[in-house]
C-alpha cells in the first residue's frame, strides 16, 4: 500500500498556479487570435471543410453519406462545388463552432491533471508526488512497471555503475516558467559525445536519463537483490513483501529521500507550509486576477508583488554500462568542472570510486 499521506494544499496551490502560468507562457495558444488561427487552418480542419464541401454537393444516386469511395473522393478528385461554384471561398469554409476560451476554475477545489500538461510539468507533478505520497509497493501501471524493470535491470548488471545526481531548482525562476533545463541539455549532449568517441561501433558506454519517480527507484534499490534469479519480474513483483522491502535500510536510497524533500519560502525566509498559509493563498488570488486581466506574457509584471517560492531537485542518472573500459573517477572529475550545478548524491558500483562531486 502507498502512503497515507497527502501533498499539503498549499503546494497543491503553487503548482496550479505555476501550471497555469509556465502553460499558457510557453504555448502557441496563449493568445486567442493565434489560437483560432491555427485551429481553423490545421490540417483536420480543411479536411472537415473539404468533406462538408463534398457532402452538401454529392450525387445520391452515385455515393452515399458513408461510401467506401470517400477517401478517394475527398483526397484524389477535384471537389465538385456545383451549386457553390459562385460562392466566395469565405462562405464555403464558415463554420457555426467557434472558438471559446475555457469556462473552468483556474484553482479547482478537487485538484485534477491537465491534459495538455507537458513533459516539463508532468516532471514536476511526479516529483511532487514521490516526495509527499511515495509509492511503497508497484502499482499495476504497465509504465511505472516498465520502470522499475528497467533499474532492476541496470541495479543487477555485473557491468554497470549508477550515478545519481541532482540539481537545485526554483518553481518559479525564469528557466522553470520557460521549461527550460540549459545544464540538462548540456550534459547530455556530453554523454552522446562521449558515446560517439566510442571505439565500439554501435555500441553505447554511456546512458543519461531524468529520475522523475525516485520513489520507484528507491524501492529498485532495496529490493534489486531478490530479483537476480527470476526469470518472471511481473510474478515476482505481487509476490514479494513490500511493506519489509520499504522497511530495508539502504545508503543511496536513504540521501535520495533525505534529497527529495521540497521547501516553501517567503522572501528567501524558510516557513512551514501548513501554517500561515492566509497570506499565500491572497497572493495567488491577486496573482490570477492579474493573468486573467493581462494574460500570461510578462511574468515579471504577474509575479512581482509574489513573495512565495518552491526549492527542489531534480534527479538525473547515469549508467555506465561498460564500467571495465571506462575511467569513472576521471570521468566524475570532468564533469565536476564542466557541470558545477549537478552534485552528487550517490554511486551503486561493483567498483569502489572515492571522488564525487564538490
Not at 555485473?158 to 525562476?173: A, D, E, H, P
Not at 491577486?286 to 515579471?300: A, I, P
Amino acid at each position: 500500500m502507498n502512503s497515507p499521506c497527502t501533498t499539503p494544499q498549499v503546494i497543491r496551490r503553487l503548482f496550479e498556479l505555476y501550471s497555469v502560468l509556465s502553460t499558457h507562457h510557453t504555448s502557441s495558444y496563449a493568445n486567442k487570435y493565434i489560437s483560432t488561427y491555427l485551429q481553423n487552418t490545421s490540417d483536420s480542419s480543411l479536411r472537415n471543410s473539404r468533406w462538408s464541401i463534398l457532402n452538401k454537393n454529392r450525387d445520391p444516386k452515385r455515393f452515399g453519406k458513408h461510401s467506401r469511395d470517400r477517401d478517394q473522393l475527398l483526397c484524389s478528385n477535384p471537389i465538385q462545388f456545383g451549386i457553390n461554384e459562385m460562392l466566395d471561398t469565405k462562405s464555403l469554409f464558415r463554420t457555426k463552432n467557434q472558438f471559446h476560451t475555457s469556462k473552468e476554475n483556474l484553482i479547482s477545489k478537487y485538484p485534477k491533471g491537465r491534459k495538455n500538461d507537458n513533459v516539463y510539468i508532468n516532471d514536476l507533478k511526479s516529483l511532487i508526488e514521490a516526495s509527499f505520497n511515495p509509492k511503497k509497493s508497484i502499482p499495476l501501471v504497465q509504465g511505472l512497471r516498465q520502470t522499475f524493470k528497467y533499474y532492476i535491470q541496470r541495479l543487477n548488471s555485473n557491468t554497470n555503475t549508477m550515478i545519481i545526481f541532482k540539481q537545485n531548482q526554483r518553481l518559479f525562476s525564469s528557466s522553470a516558467l520557460d521549461n527550460w533545463n540549459q545544464s540538462y541539455l548540456e550534459l547530455k549532449t556530453y554523454i552522446n559525445k562521449l558515446n560517439l568517441e566510442n571505439d565500439v561501433k554501435n555500441k553505447e558506454n554511456f546512458e543519461f536519463s531524468k529520475v522523475v519517480h525516485p520513489d520507484i527507484l528507491n524501492l529498485a534499490l532495496k529490493s534489486h537483490q531478490l530479483f537476480q534469479e527470476t526469470n518472471n519480474v511481473d510474478r515476482k513483483i505481487d509476490q514479494v513483501s513490500w511493506k519489509i522491502i520499504d522497511e530495508t535500510p539502504n545508503d543511496l536510497a536513504g540521501r535520495i529521500i533525505d534529497n527529495q524533500k521540497f521547501t516553501l519560502i517567503e522572501q528567501n525566509k524558510v516557513i512551514d507550509m501548513n501554517q500561515n498559509t492566509g497570506k499565500l493563498k491572497l497572493e495567488i488570488g491577486d496573482v490570477f486576477d492579474l493573468y486573467n486581466k493581462f494574460g500570461s506574457h510578462d511574468m515579471q509584471f504577474l509575479l512581482q508583488d509574489f513573495d512565495y517560492d518552491l526549492l527542489y531537485n531534480q534527479f538525473f542518472m547515469l549508467n555506465i554500462l561498460n564500467n571495465t573500459k571506462v575511467d569513472e573517477k576521471k570521468l566524475l572529475q570532468t564533469l565536476e568542472v564542466k557541470l558545477p550545478d549537478f552534485e552528487l548524491i550517490g554511486i551503486k558500483s561493483n567498483k569502489s570510486i572515492e571522488v564525487g562531486l564538490k
